[in-house]
């Protein structure tokens, strides 16, 4: 099935099956992809890698007893470096937290070490996960495993690539508006975003608390189902996440796609699609055609109006959320403040990039006195027709097809002057994330040497048959087998 | 969308973020991009529309009022840039 990595599987599910029938350690598995970090150090995958506590934790899931394994057991994983974890340090890929060390373990770090996983270290990102190239990161850009001389997408950037690189199985992400989605797109990968409100945020560094969601990015829909198995699910520290039944995603990947109805959003497919990702959404769709489903069109108006209100509603969140970076309780402190006021004006000057600081300054202006009707309850109001427009394609179909980027991975610096064009990147996952709807990106074609993916939209907590979607098109298709350097 | 320098001290300021002089001149230009382009929003009709602030309709979850925390003070302190005694240490406020 999948393609071996030095006789290693890279995928969970294979790797899994593997380790059960004692073809290998998982001790042997998480030293290969550490040799595998090692050798790809070029690729800036990673800000940390947590070597010594891998393996020991690799080898107590080795020594576990059968009745005590956990459906992780031994699986090694990588974590966006926006999730607490005690032991090693959590950045969010900011000067601000170059050295800080988290008291605590997310829920979702918790869940999975529950599971059995071995967490192997925490991967590179867009500082505080504003980003869509991985370039913003105070730690570099990470480079895309299939051309490394484009960009991986962003801001889950570390995770998309040290999956792409073979490096390690799975990641996980997180995505504000787009940035699980956009960088599995970019970089050949399944990548899911849950409902807001599917997986626990505690431990997750907030960026924009009514938009952010923690998901997973693997090779296919069954890795992406194992994992929301273990990740989702209310959580009383998450006062956000929600109390609604987990279904087992994993039982459900084999259910019929036959009589599903699927939408097609005409207003997602206009003169800012490529060519190329246009006839990657056409081809899906015929396979889609070909499984049984239906094709139905459907009208989201006031999708691409998500862009400019996002552009409001986020940064106003963010500029509150990173208030609290201050120079007095934790982070970057600049040297000899000579008042309160100057320890703040230089803390937040000295420990913020460039790009946190737009946000920061779009939003506080969004906030401010004379602009907040216009800005702020603007960009709510239309918030609000886009998540009514997609709860009524929901009525009328199962899911919506539609593209995750409107073209494939672009070079490095390429639209690092350009902040607006770095934006409008965003311009087809945006709506999920002020819908608040789960979204997948699956790989589905080729651009010469970089990946295509399209997105598969879902009413709230309809992820499984988002998944049950990709996994059906991944039996009927090859795309997901697919990597990088491979001959085409 | 027109941004001058003033307007960007001001919110720099309201944002207690500290710039430059050549970077508050950077900043007019990116500002003034990213408002144009959120400017679009304008061109859509929300007469009538009621502001969206949670996309999922929940009510707010209520807990018992119970102490649940225990004093971790010297861990949360651990990483903190300044603290003596417990406190957090700045520079003076009060003479």
């Known amino acids: ?488 | 969308m027109a941004i001058d320098a003033e307007q960007v001290r001001r919110i720099a300021h309201l944002a207690r973020i500290g710039l430059a002089a050549d970077e508050a001149d950077r900043y007019i230009g990116d500002l003034e991009s990213i408002l144009t382009m959120v400017e679009r929003m304008h061109g859509v009709t929300t007469a009538g529309v009621a502001p969206l602030a949670h996309p999922i309709d929940v009510g707010q979850p209520l807990r018992p009022d119970r102490v649940t925390e225990t004093d971790q003070r010297d861990a949360y302190q651990a990483d903190a840039p300044a603290v003596a005694n417990g406190f957090y240490l700045v520079p003076r406020v009060v003479e």
């Open chain 1, 1 to 488: 099935m999948n393609m071996p990595r030095n006789g290693f599987p890279d995928t969970l599910v294979t790797a899994a099956r593997a380790l059960a029938s004692g073809d290998f350690s998982s001790h042997e598995l998480v030293s290969d992809c550490l040799a595998r970090i090692e050798a790809g150090r070029h690729l800036n995958a990673f800000v940390s890698v947590d070597a010594e506590r891998a393996l020991a934790a690799a080898s107590a899931a080795d020594r576990r007893p059968a009745d005590e394994r956990g459906p992780l057991n031994g699986l090694p994983i990588a974590i966006k470096d926006i999730f607490c974890q005690t032991g090693v340090r959590t950045t969010a890929g900011s000067r601000m937290l170059e050295n800080w060390r988290a008291p605590y373990d997310a829920t979702v770090i918790e869940r999975l070490t529950a599971a059995g996983a071995v967490l192997l270290g925490k991967t590179n990102m867009d500082e505080f996960a504003m980003g869509s190239s991985g370039e913003n990161s105070y730690f570099g850009a990470t480079r895309n495993p299939w051309n490394d001389r484009h960009v991986p997408g962003g801001s889950s950037s570390g995770s998309a690539a040290a999956v792409a690189a073979g490096m390690v199985p799975a990641a996980l992400g997180t995505d504000t508006g787009g940035s699980i989605r956009q960088p599995a797109a970019f970089c050949g990968l399944t990548g899911l975003k849950p409902t807001y409100g599917r997986v626990s945020r505690w431990g997750m560094i907030a960026f924009a608390s009514s938009l952010d969601q923690a998901g997973p990015m693997a090779w296919d829909a069954d890795d992406l189902a194992l994992l929301l198995n273990v990740m989702a699910g209310v959580d009383r520290r998450d006062s956000t996440s929600v109390d609604e039944v987990v279904p087992d995603y994993t039982a459900g990947l084999t259910t019929s796609i036959r009589g599903l109805r699927i939408g097609l959003p005409d207003d997602l497919l206009g003169d800012d699609v490529g060519a190329e990702v246009r006839a990657t959404v056409e081809a899906t769709r015929r396979v889609f055609e070909g499984l049984g489903a239906t094709i139905v069109p459907v009208a989201l108006p006031t999708a691409l109006a998500g862009v400019p209100a996002y552009y409001v509603l986020a940064p106003a969140e963010a500029s509150a959320n990173l208030a609290r970076f201050d120079g007095v309780r934790f982070g970057h402190r600049c040297a000899d403040p000579k008042s309160l006021e100057d320890l703040y004006l230089r803390s937040r000057s000295e420990g913020f990039g460039a790009e946190v600081k737009r946000r920061i300054l779009t939003g506080t202006y969004a906030l401010s006195v004379g602009y907040y009707d216009a800005y702020y309850l603007q960009a709510q109001k239309i918030r609000r027709l886009i998540r009514d427009e997609f709860l009524a394609a929901f009525t009328q179909v199962d899911a919506i097809l539609a593209p995750t980027t409107p073209s494939p991975a672009f070079a490095l610096g390429e639209k690092t002057d350009d902040p607006v064009s770095m934006y409008l990147q965003d311009v087809f996952t945006i709506p999920a994330n002020l819908a608040g709807i789960p979204g997948l990106s699956m790989p589905a074609g080729m651009s010469g040497d970089l990946p295509l993916g399209v997105q598969l939209l879902g009413p709230h907590f309809g992820e499984g048959t988002l998944l049950t979607l990709a996994h059906a098109f991944q039996q009927e298709t090859d795309h997901h087998l697919r990597r990088p350097g491979a001959a085409a």
